[in-house]
C-alpha cells in the first residue's frame, strides 16, 4: 500500500483509524472550529439544530472555539453592531474564551490571529467559517473553510461530517526568489498554472528548498491563496522553522507532535517551479487566476493602492512597503490604504517606525481587519477606477462596485506602483 | 416546464451571487433580497416573474470564493436549481446542506429561455431536443441531501447521542 499524504495521515488520526484512501468518507474530530461575524448565523443554525429536541443548545467544547471580529469593525452598520452584540452575548453564555473583540491588546484578522496566538498547530484539524481558513495549513494544520450550518454541527458534536479524502497536488518550489520577488508573486504564478478551479477538492502540499527557507509570514500566504485554485486546503509541512515561530512568537510551550507526509506518498499532480525565474506577478479583473508578469500591465493608471488583508498585512509586508515610500511620497490621485493583519502587528510596526514612514509618506492607516477588501466599508472604489491591492479577490464587485477593476499583486508592486500612480514593476 | 431564466459563464463567484456589502443579512428568509443584487436579475427575482422551479445555467467553478452562506440561501429562497459544468466545493457543500438544488452537467448546452427537465441521470433541453449526463454529487453530499438536509441530518444524530432516536 501506498504511504500517505499529509491530509491523509491528519485525517486517519483525527477518526482513529491506521489508514484513510482518496474518496473515503470520514468524520474526523475538529480540534479548532473558527467563526467571525458570521457566528450570528452560525448561531441561529446552532440554535434551530436543537429546537424541538428538548435539549439544551450547549457547544460540544467551548475551548475548542474561536471567534474574531475582523470583517466590519469597528461595526459599520446598526446591523453589524446587533450581530456582533448576539455573538458577545453567546460566547459569554457558552464559556467560549478563545473570544477576539474589537480591541487594541488582542484583536485582527482572525487568520492572522490564530496563528499568533499560538491556536494553529502542526497535525490538526481546523475548520473556519471562511474560505480564507486555507491560511492556517502554514503551520502544517489541515484546515479548510466550511459553511455556517455546517459550522453549527460542528459545534454540535465536535466532528465534521461527510468528509471525502482528498486528493493532493505537490507543488515543489526550488531555487530563490529574487530581489523584490515576494510569495506573494509566488502563488499568484501557482493559481495562474492551476486556474482557478485547478485544485478544486484537492490539497495543495507545499515542498522544496524556497519553501523551507521562508519564514511563517511567507507560508500563510501561500496556503491563505490556494483556495483561490479551488484547494480545499493548502498545507506546509511542520519543519524547524514551524517550531520556531511556534515558541518564539506565538508563546507555545507545549509539545509539538509533527505529521508528515509518507516519503512514498501518492500525489494527483506533481508541479515544479523554479523560485529564480520568477517575476513579479500580477493578477488582472476579474478572476483571480488571470495572472501576468507585472510588466505585460505596467503603465496603467491605478486609483487606490491596498496594502495589507490576512494575505499581505504581516509585519515583513509593511515593512517592504516602508521601505519603498520612505522619505518620498504616494502620488497625487492615488489613496494608499494600510490594514495590517493585526493589533501586534500594528503595535510592532508603530514601535519601529514602519507607520510613521508609511503615513510621512501619505498612506492612510486603518485599524486591522477585513477593510476595504470584501467591498464593505473603509476604501469602496468608484465608478471606473482601479485598485491595486496586496489582497487575495478581485472577483468583479469584490470591493463593493461592479463597475471598478481590482488588480491583485505583492506589497513591493502596490508601494511602488503607489508612488508612481501608475501599475510599476519595483525592480525598475 | 421549468425554463432557464439566467444563462451565466465560468467562475461566478459568491461576490456576484451575494455581494459582501449585504452579508450582515444573514437569515434564510431575509437573504433572497440580494440575489445577484449588482445585476439586473435582481430585479425580475424581486418582481415576482420567475416561477419557483427555474434554472439558472452556468459553466464551470460556479460559486468560487467566499464560504458565505448566503450565496446558497439566497437562490434557494427563490426555489431556484443550478445546473453547472462544475461547482465550486465549498458552494456545493452549502447548496447540499441547505436544499438548493445543485446539478452537475458538464456537456449542458441551454440558452435563456430553453425549457429543460431535470430526470436522474440526464438533463433533457426539450427545446433543442438535446440531453445532458448528469454527474452524481459526492457521496458525501446526497447523504446529507437524503437526510433532508444539514439541519435534520444534525439534529438526528445530536438526539443518537443523547439515546433520544
Given amino acids: 500500500m501506498a504511504g500517505m499524504t499529509i491530509v491523509q495521515k491528519i485525517l486517519a488520526r483525527a477518526t482513529g483509524r491506521p489508514s484513510v484512501a482518496v474518496g473515503d468518507v470520514v468524520e474526523p474530530a475538529v480540534d479548532l472550529a ?28 467551548p475551548s475548542k472555539i474561536a471567534i474574531i471580529f475582523d470583517h466590519r469593525v469597528p461595526a459599520e452598520s446598526a446591523k453589524t453592531a446587533t450581530n456582533q452584540k448576539k455573538v458577545r452575548e453567546f460566547v459569554g453564555a457558552q464559556g467560549i474564551t478563545r473570544f477576539h473583540d474589537i480591541r487594541g491588546d488582542e484583536g485582527g484578522i482572525c487568520h ?6 499560538g491556536y494553529a498547530r502542526p497535525g490538526t484539524v481546523i475548520v473556519g467559517t471562511d474560505s480564507h481558513t486555507t491560511t492556517h495549513g502554514a503551520m502544517g494544520a489541515f484546515a479548510f473553510g466550511i459553511g455556517a450550518t455546517e459550522m453549527a454541527g460542528v459545534w454540535s458534536l465536535g466532528t465534521i461530517f461527510n468528509v471525502e479524502v482528498p486528493a493532493t ?52 500566504v501561500l496556503c491563505n491563496m490556494s483556495v483561490e485554485a479551488g484547494a480545499t486546503a493548502g498545507i506546509v509541512p511542520c519543519d524547524q522553522e514551524t517550531y520556531r515561530y511556534l515558541r518564539d512568537e506565538a508563546g507555545v510551550s507545549e509539545p509539538i507532535d509533527a505529521v508528515l507526509p509518507d516519503p512514498d506518498a501518492h500525489y ?34 491605478v486609483h487606490q493602492i491596498v496594502i495589507g488583508s490576512c494575505t499581505n498585512g504581516r509585519l515583513d509586508d509593511l515593512e517592504v512597503a516602508a521601505e519603498i515610500v520612505r522619505g518620498r511620497k504616494v502620488a497625487r490621485g492615488v489613496r494608499m490604504i494600510v490594514f495590517p493583519a493585526s493589533w501586534r502587528i500594528y503595535r510592532a510596526a508603530m514601535k519601529r517606525g514602519v507607520l510613521t514612514d508609511l503615513v510621512e509618506a501619505g498612506a492612510v492607516i486603518m485599524n486591522p481587519g477585513c477593510g476595504c477588501c470584501l467591498g464593505i466599508h473603509q476604501g469602496a472604489l468608484g465608478d471606473g477606477e482601479v485598485a491595486l491591492s496586496t489582497t487575495n479577490r478581485n472577483f468583479k464587485g469584490r470591493m463593493g462596485n461592479p463597475k471598478s477593476e481590482v488588480f491583485l499583486c505583492s506589497p513591493a508592486v502596490a508601494a511602488a506602483s503607489a508612488l508612481t500612480g501608475v501599475i510599476t514593476d519595483p525592480r525598475s | 416546464m421549468p425554463k432557464v431564466v439566467l444563462k451565466l459563464g465560468d467562475d461566478i463567484s459568491t461576490d456576484h451571487i451575494y455581494p459582501g456589502r449585504f452579508m450582515a443579512t444573514v437569515l434564510p428568509s431575509e437573504t433572497p433580497q440580494f ?52 461547482f465550486a466545493r465549498i458552494f456545493l457543500q452549502n447548496s447540499c446542506n441547505l436544499g438548493l438544488r445543485t446539478v452537475i452537467c458538464s456537456g449542458i448546452e ?46 438526528q444524530r445530536v438526539l443518537q447521542k443523547h439515546g433520544r432516536a
Fill in chain 1, 34 to 61: 473558527m467563526s467571525h461575524e458570521n457566528g450570528a448565523l452560525v448561531i441561529n443554525q446552532f440554535q434551530e439544530v436543537f429546537s424541538g429536541t428538548g435539549l439544551e443548545a450547549k457547544v460540544w467544547d
Fill in chain 1, 112 to 117: 492572522q490571529i490564530l496563528i499568533e496566538s
Fill in chain 1, 169 to 220: 497536488i505537490k507543488v515543489v518550489v526550488n531555487g530563490t526568489l529574487p530581489a523584490n520577488v515576494l510569495p506573494k508573486d509566488l502563488i499568484l504564478y501557482i493559481v495562474g498554472k492551476l486556474t482557478a478551479e485547478g485544485a478544486n477538492f484537492k490539497v495543495i502540499e507545499f515542498h522544496g528548498e524556497a519553501i523551507r527557507r521562508m519564514p511563517v509570514s511567507g507560508r500563510l
Fill in chain 1, 268 to 301: 494527483d499532480q506533481v508541479l515544479e517551479i523554479d523560485a529564480s525565474s520568477l517575476a513579479p506577478q500580477i493578477a488582472c479583473p476579474h478572476t483571480v487566476d488571470n495572472v501576468k508578469p507585472v510588466g505585460q500591465v505596467a503603465g496603467k493608471a
Fill in chain 2, 35 to 86: 440575489a445577484f443584487a449588482d445585476f439586473e436579475f435582481n430585479a425580475r427575482l424581486k418582481s415576482g416573474q420567475v416561477p419557483h422551479g427555474s434554472i439558472i445555467v452556468a459553466d464551470n467553478n460556479f460559486g468560487c470564493g467566499s464560504s458565505r452562506e448566503q450565496a446558497a440561501s439566497c437562490l434557494k429562497g427563490y426555489e431556484l436549481a443550478v445546473i453547472a459544468k462544475g
Fill in chain 2, 110 to 155: 441551454a440558452s435563456e429561455g430553453d425549457e429543460i427537465e431535470i430526470g436522474a441521470t440526464e438533463v433533457v433541453n426539450a427545446t433543442t431536443g438535446k440531453s445532458f449526463p448528469i454527474t452524481p454529487l459526492p457521496k458525501a453530499r446526497q447523504a446529507i441531501i437524503d437526510a433532508g438536509g444539514l439541519i435534520a441530518y444534525t439534529r
